[in-house]
């Protein structure tokens, strides 16, 4: 979570990336997606948790989205606000209207701006002239919020540990930026596979690697990486924007596709992740995505529990704080009781 200077001078929470963030808040943020998600299944219909009640969220998405629209609309809505959806085209972006601008009205009307973009420079410019937190849901650099969804589902079903190997198979994009960016704050062992000539990013991978407390890998060979992998994970070849590079991604990404044959490598009890969409056949199997060790499906639907746990605590942080301090010394009676 870092901390900006708003337009008004004063000091507010944006979610861009993981800078400003440790591991203590990462798993202070995982505990808290723990209860909200207990807190859904429980009580799906009660009006007494909503801790963003009257609150608007202006939605703004200048790519195709399923997950990550579905899952912040209506965690806005359970949280007890009301998300405003905005197609970045519809209001022309840096083009009908400044960015500097849209940040500005924004922030009279709305109480945070979630974006989905592709120049990464543009949520920073957002950030940089808002009043209000903003949250990056998606650019061409990083995907933040995916890779918490992601460690948190590790988090929740007790795969998380400093000696976890997280092999990355594929293309070195904005999803393995983002889990570049958290092998600089958590300790793990990471491990990107990727063909030559498709690097992550340079400067990511620099800081990521002079602060990680675990390891940062980079293989060519797929199967060597898939060794003894406690997760395999991969996304597809060709992203939004890069449709011409099509036949020859497939070319260079053909060895690196996450079968029963690369599954073997892993630990037998190694699970499978992807953070969808799939193209079944390319980067995955079939017969791997739907099998056993695949944990795709509980990944895609922790975006919903984490991003709600993110919100309260960039919208309301007296109920975040809250919540923690009762966590603390709840901890401690059962120690002492212990």
């Known amino acids: 979570m870092s901390q900006h200077q708003s337009g008004n001078g004063s000091k507010k929470r944006d979610f861009l990336g993981f800078t400003g963030l440790d591991a203590a808040k990462i798993i202070e943020l995982f505990d808290y997606s723990l209860f909200i998600k207990q807190e859904r299944h429980a009580n799906r219909n ?10 608007t969220v202006a939605m703004i998405f200048n790519k195709p989205s399923l997950r990550t629209r579905v899952s ?19 209001i022309g972006v840096g083009e009908r209207e400044s960015v500097e601008d849209i940040a500005r009205l924004l922030s009279r009307y709305n109480d945070a701006i979630v974006a989905r973009l592709h120049e990464h420079e543009i949520i920073e410019t957002l950030a940089a002239y808002a009043d209000i937190p903003v949250i990056n849901a998606l650019t061409d650099l990083s995907h933040p919020c995916q890779i918490l969804a992601d460690a948190f589902t590790l988090y929740e079903k007790g795969l998380w540990r400093e000696d976890t190997k997280v092999v990355f198979v594929g293309d070195g994009n904005n999803v393995a930026n983002s889990w570049i960016e958290l092998a600089g ?9 990727c063909p030559e000539g498709y690097l992550s990013d340079e400067k990511l991978l620099r800081q990521a690697r002079a602060n990680a407390k675990g390891s940062i890998e980079i293989l060519h060979d797929p199967m060597e990486a898939a060794r003894n992998a406690d997760v395999l994970y991969t996304d597809v070849w060709t992203s939004m924007g890069q449709e011409e590079e099509i036949a020859e991604r497939l070319k260079a990404f053909a060895p690196f596709q996450i079968n029963s044959k690369m599954l073997a490598e892993a630990k037998s009890s190694a699970v499978v992740m992807h953070c969808m969409p799939a193209h079944r056949g390319q980067e ?33 942080h007296d109920v975040y704080r809250k919540f923690h301090l009762t966590h603390r010394l709840n901890r401690a ?5 212990a």
């Open 284 to 316: 995955i199997s079939a017969e791997v995505m739907d099998g056993p060790q695949s944990i795709i499906i509980d990944e895609a639907e922790n975006r919903l529990h984490v991003q709600k746990a993110l919100m309260v605590k960039l919208m309301n």
């Open 333 to 337: 009676a059962n120690r002492l009781k």
């Open 185 to 193: 704050i958590l300790p793990f062992h990471f491990v990107l596979a």
């Open 72 to 90: 912040f609309e209506l965690g806005v809505y359970e949280l007890g606000g009301h998300a405003i959806s905005l197609e970045g085209k519809s």
């Open 46 to 55: 009660s009006d007494e948790f909503r801790p963003i009640r009257h609150k």
